[in-house]
């Protein structure tokens, strides 16, 4: 059924995940069922989506649709981008140096520490008081 230039590829960032599809096309990307200017409000989100299709110079070479859930606007650009970043190997595998040197091949291994029992936060003590 024509589905042969369809790459798919899953993106994880925080507790953010972005399924990923790529296909030949004239460079609209859909986020969520909404055009990622719709979707990202916020520039820099925008910005870190299209980061790896700017280095690969494959701005407007790929139809991109995207469904991400989890985290909030930052982790869920950050899913999105290396989301991407898999789906391009899939196209051309060269494109894994470029990408690896820019440190999108690697899913983000930060995130929130939890809060500990007994205490303010995961790091924050309450004040101690001598007397």
């Known amino acids: 059924m024509g589905q042969e230039n369809i790459y798919y590829a899953t993106g994880r960032r925080k507790t953010a995940v ?51 859930k989890g985290g909030g606007v930052v982790g869920q650009a950050g899913a999105v981008r290396h989301g991407i970043t898999q789906a391009l190997f899939q196209v051309n595998p060269d494109f894994r140096q470029i990408l690896k040197r820019a440190g999108f091949v690697k899913r983000d291994p930060r995130k929130k520490e939890r809060d500990k029992y007994g205490q303010k936060g995961a790091r924050a003590r309450f004040q101690f008081s001598k007397r």
Do not use: S
């Not at 609209?28 to 870190?48: C, G, L, S, W």
């Not at 110079?57 to 991400?68: A, E, K, L, Q, S």
């Open 18 to 68: 972005a399924r990923t599809w790529l296909k030949p096309g004239k460079g609209e990307i859909i986020i969520n069922d909404r055009p990622m200017h719709e979707y990202f409000k916020v520039d820099t989100a925008r910005q870190i989506t299209a980061q790896a299709l700017e280095l690969t110079n494959t701005m407007g070479n790929f139809d991109i649709r995207v469904n991400v």
